[in-house]
């Protein structure tokens, strides 16, 4: 739309000014037609007498004499009204004052009576553009005898028996054509932005209507980006209807992937898990040392294993499209089943989370997070714990924390808690069972995980997720 109304408003402008240029040239052309042809006129209808003197026929009844210079009044009737502004002049070069010059100005012969006891200038410049091209007109403007503005048409002839060239001239007041042109103009301006305002408005209609079904299409792939629906669901106009098959087509091979992957990593951890535990049976069954090594060792690996798949699950549910889980259904429900859990040692957990946040991610994948950690406050802590959960300041983000009232952890030893594969089971007291998988977890979501001080007195797990947005 930038561009069109930069582009339709140079074109305008342009447009504006030819015609206004056009219009005025044309007129000026008229004009100087006019004045060229009463120039003709005097030169067709001028004679000399016996005596010398230039002599213009005149109308009947109309005065011959004005002053030292015969005045008369021929071709146009305008010419015998004083002031008119319509006059013509019959003159004469006069000689330089140096041999072999040029002549500069003109003596009045023969004049209109509408220049009363005026004289018409000669062309600005001098006479050598009349002399060195006689019969051919000369066109400039001058002032009148009343100061208006008049545009002139002169040009040099000879009339026998004359030896000396004469010097037509004729005159127009250019007002009235000034005026038009400036009439002509402003309606031309105001025109053309009426004109340019349609065009914009064309223009406008053209982009917010016309592309409306592209709008639109980037509305939907925002809504499956934000987890609100799995696919595009409308129906498009044929232009761009195979662009949104073909995106519900890479969807749906997504999604497929996904599905994929974690039918992959679910037959490998059954064919992993299975020799492990078979290795597990039998050397617990044996007491030496070579059984307690491969106790150990196969302890390692399926925790390894365990550790591995999980992150495999996690990152390939974190590439498909449109998971949402509201945060605060999963929190209620780990909430109501822990407390349910530590009956017996009196937990309270009370949660606080914003109106709309959803998780952006799969529901197992959220409860394994939020159980963990509040699992963990709830064995550790004593008596309560305080889940909150809001927007982080990053859009699509999220934040999740929960405290307890526990012994707390000393900074020194929260790295320790976070080591990849370390053993749930043989962590110190305060340093929050399963802490490594919801890290894990929460990496491979492309969020993390951090240890505080909580205002309750113990740990204070901050969690930065993954948000849908609203």
Known sequence: MLLAGIWILAILITAGFALNLFYRQTTLRRLDQGAFDLAEGLLAAATVADDGRVVV?????????????????????RANRAYSGFYWQIAEPVPPATPGGVATTVRPLVRSRSLWDSDLKGPPGGLAALFADPGKPVYYDTVGPAGEPLRAAAMLSLVKPRTEPLIFMAAEDRRPIDEDAERFGWLTFWSLVLLGAGLLAAVFFQVR??????????????DVR????????????QEID????????????NQEVVERQRTHVGNLAHALKTPLSVMLTEAGAEENVLAETVRRQATIMRNQVDHHLRRARAAARAQGAGERTPVEDVVEEMAVMLERVFQEKGVEIDWRIADGL?????????QEIVGNVVENACKYGRSKVWITGEPAGAPGRMRLTVEDDG?????????????????????????GLGLSIVDEL???????LS???????????????PAAEV
């Open 358 to 366: 959803c998780f952006r991610g799969e529901r197992q994948d959220l």
């Open 57 to 77: 026929p005149l109308l009947p009844g109309l005065d011959t004499s004005q002053g030292s210079v015969p005045a008369a009044t021929a071709i146009d009737a």
């Open 451 to 465: 240890l505080e001080d909580a205002a309750l007195g113990g740990v204070k797990v901050v969690m930065e997720l």
């Open 407 to 431: 012994p707390g952890l000393p900074p020194s030893r929260r790295e320790e808690v976070l080591k990849r594969g370390s053993r749930l089971d043989e962590t110190e007291p305060g340093s």
């Open 209 to 222: 209507f016309g592309l409306a079904p592209l709008f639109e299409l980037g509305r939907e792939i925002s």
């Open 226 to 237: 934000k987890g609100k629906r799995q696919r595009l669901e409308k129906v498009y106009p």
């Open 242 to 253: 195979p662009l949104a098959l073909e995106l519900n087509a890479l969807l749906d091979n």
């Open 442 to 448: 929460a990496r491979a979501y492309g969020g993390g």
